[in-house]
Nanobody, 120 residues
Framework: VQLQACGGGLVQTGGSLRLSCVIS????????MSWYRQAPGKERELVAA???????NYADSVKGRFTIFRDNAKNSVYLQMDNLKPEDTAVYYC???????????????WGQGTLVTVSS
C-alpha cells in the first residue's frame, strides 16, 4: 500500500491550496482518512479527519478555513485550505486506516508529506 500526497507549495497569506492524497495497492477497504501536519520544532498534529461515512472533524485552528473530503471511487482524500496563515506552514501528511487484503488486517498508513509554506 502506498499513499502519494501532492499539492503543497508556497502561497501568500490569505491564499489557497488543495492537497491531494491517492492510495494505491492491496486495498480491501478504507476506514477513516486524515491529514496531519508538523511544523518545525513542533509535534505532528491532526488537522482534519473524515470517516468512511463522510463525517468530519477539524482542529480548532483550521475550522472554517479548511475542508476535508474524499473520493471513495478514486481511493483519494483531499484538503482544501483557504485563507491560509503563516502559522499553517508545515509539512502535511495524509493518513489512512485501511484493511490490506494481502496483510489480512487493518493498519495505519502514511504518505510521504508535502510542504506548505505561507508567507506573510
Amino acid at each position: 500500500v502506498q499513499l502519494q500526497a501532492c499539492g503543497g507549495g508556497l502561497v501568500q497569506t490569505g491564499g489557497s491550496l488543495r492537497l491531494s492524497c491517492v492510495i494505491s495497492g492491496s486495498i480491501f477497504s478504507i476506514n477513516h482518512m486524515s491529514w496531519y501536519r508538523q511544523a518545525p520544532g513542533k509535534e505532528r498534529e491532526l488537522v482534519a479527519a473524515i470517516t468512511s461515512e463522510g463525517s468530519t472533524n477539524y482542529a480548532d485552528s483550521v475550522k472554517g478555513r479548511f475542508t476535508i473530503f474524499r473520493d471513495n471511487a478514486k481511493n483519494s482524500v483531499y484538503l482544501q485550505m483557504d485563507n491560509l496563515k503563516p502559522e499553517d506552514t508545515a509539512v502535511y501528511y495524509c493518513n489512512a486506516h485501511l484493511l490490506d487484503y494481502v496483510m489480512g488486517y487493518s493498519s495505519d498508513y502514511w504518505g510521504q508529506g508535502t510542504l506548505v509554506t505561507v508567507s506573510s
